[in-house]
């Protein structure tokens, strides 16, 4: 009997032929996740043929994602770990074609990591649909630190979160574009002072990339969310992720940014 679990050796081919196994005989290893099933139960069960019950079954135990037990078959721990890897990946899959609004504006020096679309939120259209789906994160209520790059619609159409980040005085980092930081400057200059003598940092950069990303901690989680914005400088379409390793990507990518700005006051 073979395994899909390889020895690091596997290649490619392998691998894409056993996730394709376990996508084709999902439903199979699904309902022997759980308990042991006789073929004939699966069948009825399924409602599939008997043949279709026959070889679906022959080619998971073949992977050994599925074993003999109780006059029956059940899934192996691999089974089961396989079908959650499987499934994890086509909504993953799905998460990338929803994002695809925001990756077509992104630079090719921007490479966001494949963890940004596990289990992410995709959304597109104007904040208050997407305030109302529930895909902005941007009360800053329980938020304990916050750092972004270009993300200037924190508090410029809702200016009652300049307060929050008032509270949060040094904990909140903003580097903006320069074009950005003039049009909150003018807009918003009471609010934006009042931020910076709280402590909170404020900084400009000389380009104008159509994209943001920020990352706020909680005190039990954290979450980076990459935005692309409209003509207005509204966010058009974003990705929220709380996935670690998205989160510390989204970290790294504002701290390069923040090593080449300019103090918003410098010379106060």
């Known amino acids: 009997m073979s395994s899909w679990v390889g020895d690091g050796d596997e290649d490619d081919e392998d691998a894409a032929d056993a996730f394709e ?3 084709r005989r999902s439903q199979i290893l699904q309902a022997l996740s759980s308990e042991s099933l006789s073929k004939a139960e699966l069948v009825r069960t399924l409602s599939v043929s008997r043949s279709t019950v026959d070889r679906g079954v022959e080619r998971l135990v073949d992977l050994g994602l599925v074993e003999r037990s109780d006059g029956g078959f059940v899934a192996t721990t691999a089974g089961r770990v396989a079908l959650e890897t499987h499934n994890e990946a086509l909504r993953t899959m799905a998460n990338v074609i929803d994002a695809g609004p925001v990756l077509d504006r992104l630079p090719e020096s921007v490479a966001p990591p494949p963890s940004l679309f596990r289990d992410a939120v995709v959304s597109t259209g104007d904040l208050t649909s997407m305030e109302r789906r529930g895909s902005l994160h941007f009360d800053l209520g329980e938020v304990t630190e916050v750092t972004g790059f270009n993300g200037p619609f924190l508090f410029s159409l809702w200016p009652e979160r300049s307060d929050q980040l008032v509270r949060l005085g040094d904990s909140a980092t903003l580097v903006l574009s320069a074009e950005s930081l003039d049009w909150l400057s003018n807009r918003y200059p009471d609010d934006l002072d009042a931020m910076v003598d709280a402590g909170v940092r404020v900084s400009a950069v000389d380009d104008e990339p159509g994209f943001g990303v920020v ?3 909680r005190p039990t989680t954290a979450s980076v969310t990459l935005a692309v914005y409209d003509h207005m400088g509204g966010p058009e379409a974003l990705v929220v992720s709380d996935d670690p390793s998205a989160v510390a990507w989204g970290r790294t990518l504002v701290a390069a940014r923040a090593e080449t ?8």
């Open 261 to 268: 700005a300019r103090p918003y006051r410098a010379d106060d």
């Open 215 to 217: 990352v706020m901690n």
């Open 21 to 23: 196994a376990v996508g």
